[in-house]
């Protein structure tokens, strides 16, 4: 419910002050629940309000227009409410500025008068101020004591200003006196760096050109030991300081120049007599020069330095005498080991031991008188010789072990061994030139490649002299193909320690070996040629000129696996033999003994080169492969024409003749009698026949198999011909051949009963 406002001039009941709570009460329940700002901006604002009330009525006292005024009293009642308004408005202003504050807004809510609430508040802030003085009175001792406290505090303070004055004064002048010592402290270390360095050239050139007492002394009386080369290495290295300060004028260099040469002097004359004597002593028999070698001339390589270095002409004079006693020392050694070797050498072929030579037909004494021949090694089969090359890591021949089991080798062993002690032995030799005669700086390798033909010239001469020995005299391909191989080998082991100096000692055995396999190869071809007209079997059986040509060309292609040298050679004796074979069946009066012995010897040579897995092996066997087939095909042809002649003539008779038009029915039951009458006991005469001439049971199987299936083959043709035949009588004569056939004398034999009896055959030449 609205309540009327009053009119201006009623009276208006005033709460009084109890009523609201004053800014005093509202102050002390601000400090009781934190909202003294908004109790201190109430009293601040009612104190402005009421300040410019009074202002405002104090004007008003002087306005000719205020109500209480004479003038004003004789204007009408609606000039002094207006006068009111405006008073009214400015405090409306000021309320509208205080209008968020609590108090304020809870005063002007209820209507109660301002004046009256300001004064009341005024006499609470009085009493709140009397309590404060009372309470500061009350505590006016403790005041008095802080006081005192302050004062001593001060005075305390000031006390350790003074002492901390003193003491920033202190640590000023200790500054000053540090920054004094660091200057002096760098110009010390620059001086003494200074000196350290002048220090360290003086004592270098010093100990470079001081030769003193103890050193001339050990030089002149000392044995040359381990002892000798430190004063060698300190005597070096004096003069290696005195040449570098040689161009300087110091004259200490000048007074120590003489003294130093007579050292260096005394010092060569000295190593010289001592590396004179230790390479003499190499001359004394069983002296192992490997050992000397590492055990004192290695030891003591610096002597030989120093002669390189200060006195080359003791230098070359100790080399030239090194070289000349190593090469009387292994030319002395290999030239006893050769003679060694070449008495254990088992004499393998001869001239006479060609491939179409038959041995015994050999005649031998003054009279022609034949003589059994001492059973000697396969001039022709390589064997377990091939051991010689592929095992590498056999040790050399030692000739009294040899000689105590009275063994005996073939040459491509003996080669094999003294070859590989001389690559050894160089190979040795050759590294220690390197590192005995080399100077610090670079090696010498040509003056080294100089010495290193000088000492081993008469050991290769003797090596190239046994290797044409052995070519001129030997007639075996075999071995000398080893020895070309195994020179390969270690031509390879050379190349691998990198020693070049054997290249050419290589090359020349290879240049005496080559020629003469090529001279005892062509022999052979020669001898294949000659046996054309000389050499005639006597059976069906394989030759031993079939054998002899399978294990040497198989031979041949087992050493051929790297190379290719041999194969042209080959292909020439391999179209000769052929020939020969050729040739040699000829000799047999019927075509069938002759393909039986052409079967035969192809076989052979076949399975002679069966194992082998070389290069070039594919067209030697391709070769006698295509040979073989040929020949079984003829074969199996001439097989066939005793038993099945007639059943074969009338096929190619109905081939030739056009067709089966053109032949008469009859004819195909002649044909069909006669094979129906002997066909069983015809295979069984077959099956005999292969087994008595082929003695190989894989070749005589595969040859019978070759003939039954040709058989077959016929047959299935005859009876093709024969359905042709009847289908041409026309359809309704009959349906299948037993029922044409019923006015024959017989029936046709099936080929299916004929494949059941062939099978019967199939493992008689089994393994």
């Known amino acids: 419910m609205n309540t009327p406002e009053p009119s201006v001039g009623a009276a208006v009941a005033v709460p009084t002050p109890d009523a609201l709570p004053t800014p005093v009460q509202g102050f002390s329940l601000a400090r009781r629940n934190s909202q003294k700002p908004q109790a201190l901006t109430g009293l601040r604002f009612l104190n402005e309000l009421l300040d410019d009330h009074d202002d405002h009525d104090h004007d008003n006292d002087d306005d000719p227009t205020s109500p209480t005024s004479p003038k004003a009293e004789q204007e009408p009642s609606l000039s002094l409410f207006l006068q009111d308004e405006l008073a009214f408005e400015q405090v409306g202003d000021r309320i509208s500025e205080f209008q968020e504050d609590e108090f304020v807004q809870q005063a002007l809510a209820k209507g109660m008068d301002l004046r009256e609430y300001a004064h009341h508040i005024e006499s609470e802030l009085d009493m709140v101020g009397q309590d404060h003085e009372d309470d500061y009175v009350h505590q006016s001792q403790a005041f008095v004591d802080l006081h005192g406290q302050i004062k001593s505090c001060d005075e305390i303070l000031e006390t350790m200003e003074n002492l901390l004055s003193i003491f920033q ?99 060569v004359e000295k190593i010289r007599e001592f590396l004179l004597s230790k390479i003499k002593s190499f001359r004394t028999p069983n002296t192992n020069v490997q050992i000397m070698q590492h055990s004192v001339l290695l030891k003591y390589k610096e002597l030989n330095q120093f002669v390189m270095e200060r006195y080359n002409e ?91 089991k009275n063994l005996k080798y073939p040459y491509e062993a003996l080669f094999r061994s003294f070859n590989l002690a001389l690559i050894d032995n160089a190979s040795s030799e050759f590294l220690f030139l390197v590192e005995y005669f080399s100077k610090r700086t670079q090696p010498d390798i040509e003056g080294i490649k100089a010495v290193f033909l000088h000492i081993f010239e008469p050991t290769l001469r003797l090596g190239l002299a046994n290797v044409k020995e052995y070519a001129d005299t030997s007639f075996d391909a075999i071995g000398i193909l080893l020895c070309l191989r195994i020179n390969h080998q270690l031509a390879k082991e050379l190349e691998r320690r990198r020693i070049p100096m054997l290249d050419k000692y290589r090359d020349a055995i290879h240049m005496t070996l080559w020629p003469r396999f090529q001279v005892v190869v062509d022999m052979h071809i020669e001898s294949v040629r000659k046996a054309k007209t000389k050499i005639k079997p006597k059976n069906v059986h394989p030759h031993w000129i079939a054998r002899r040509y399978g294990e040497f060309a198989g031979s041949l292609l087992l050493l051929n696996d790297e190379q290719t040298d041999v194969l042209p050679r080959l292909a020439m004796l391999r179209l000769e033999t052929s020939s020969l074979f050729e040739i040699m069946s000829k000799t047999f009066t019927d075509t069938k ?112 198999h070759q003939v039954l299936g040709q058989l077959i083959v016929y047959y299935t043709r005859f009876h093709g011909l024969l359905d042709e035949k009847l289908q041409e009588q026309g359809p309704s004569t009959s349906t299948t051949v037993a029922t044409s056939t019923r006015g024959w004398s017989h029936q046709p034999v099936g080929v299916q009963t004929v494949m059941v009896e062939v099978k019967k055959f199939r493992s008689n030449f089994l393994p």
């Open 314 to 404: 003791v230098a070359l004079e100790i080399r030239q005498t090194y070289a000349n006693t190593l090469r009387w020392y292994f030319s002395n050694q290999f030239e006893t080991y050769a003679t060694g070797l070449e008495k254990l050498h088992s004499v393998v072929g001869d001239k006479h031991e060609m491939l179409c030579t038959d041995e015994s037909a050999r005649k031998v004494g003054l009279f022609g008188t034949t003589k059994a021949l001492q059973p000697k090694t396969n001039v022709f089969a390589v064997g377990s010789r091939l051991d010689t090359l592929k095992n590498q890591d056999a040790g050399l021949i030692l000739i009294h072990v040899a000689n105590e």
């Open 593 to 704: 003994s002759r393909l039986i012995f052409l079967i035969n010897t192809f076989d052979l040579v076949l399975t002679l080169l069966a194992d082998i897995r070389t290069n070039g092996v594919e067209t030697e066997n391709d070769h006698w492969k295509q040979a073989l087939h040929q020949t079984i095909a003829l074969f199996v042809e001439e097989e066939l024409k005793p038993y099945f002649g007639e059943l074969i003539s009338f096929i190619r008779m109905v081939d030739i003749a056009g067709g089966v038009s053109k032949v008469q029915l009859d004819h195909f039951e002649r044909a069909s009698f006669a094979f129906s009458n002997t066909w069983r006991q015809s295979l069984l005469s077959i099956n005999a026949s292969v087994i008595q001439h082929f003695s190989s049971f894989k070749n005589g199987t595969h040859v019978l």
């Open 169 to 267: 004064t202190d640590l000023g002048n200790i500054s000053t006196e540090i920054q004094t010592l660091q200057t002096k402290s760098v110009t010390m270390s620059i001086q003494l760096k200074n000196r350290m360095a002048v220090e360290s050239h003086l004592n270098e050139l010093l100990e470079g050109i001081l030769v003193t007492p103890q050193l001339i002394r050990k030089i002149y009386d000392g044995e040359i030991d381990e002892t000798w080369l430190g004063a060698l290495a300190e005597l070096n290295s004096k003069m290696y300081h005195a040449k570098a300060r040689q161009g300087r004028h110091i004259r200490a260099l000048k007074e120590v120049g003489p003294e130093l040469e007579r050292l260096r002097i005394k010092t």
